[in-house]
């Protein structure tokens, strides 16, 4: 899968222009290495629902819409 091939891991300063807490960067780092929501839930000892609920609140700090769009953004900032 695509996002198995991705194993990006933030910078302090790309955390810092995110504002990201340390709990966000890991949903984060865990969600675009293609881990579904159950198996961070099980890593993290979280219910579903409330990695689902960081997941939707990545979204709307990085104004995106779907994982895919998620790893398009950092992709592209690996990029540059």
């Known amino acids: ?23 966000h960067r890991r949903v984060l780092r865990e969600l675009l290495a293609g881990r579904s929501e159950k198996q961070v839930a099980q890593d993290l000892a979280l219910s579903r629902h409330t990695i689902h609920e960081y ?7 990085l104004a995106v819409s779907s994982r895919a769009e998620l790893l398009a953004l950092f992709l592209q900032r690996a990029a540059v």
Do not use: I, Q, W
Not at 55 to 61: I, N, R
């Open 1 to 23: 899968r695509v996002f198995r091939a991705f194993d990006h891991r933030l910078t302090p300063a790309e955390t810092a222009a995110l504002a990201l807490s340390p709990r």
């Open 55 to 61: 997941e939707k609140g990545l979204y709307a700090h």
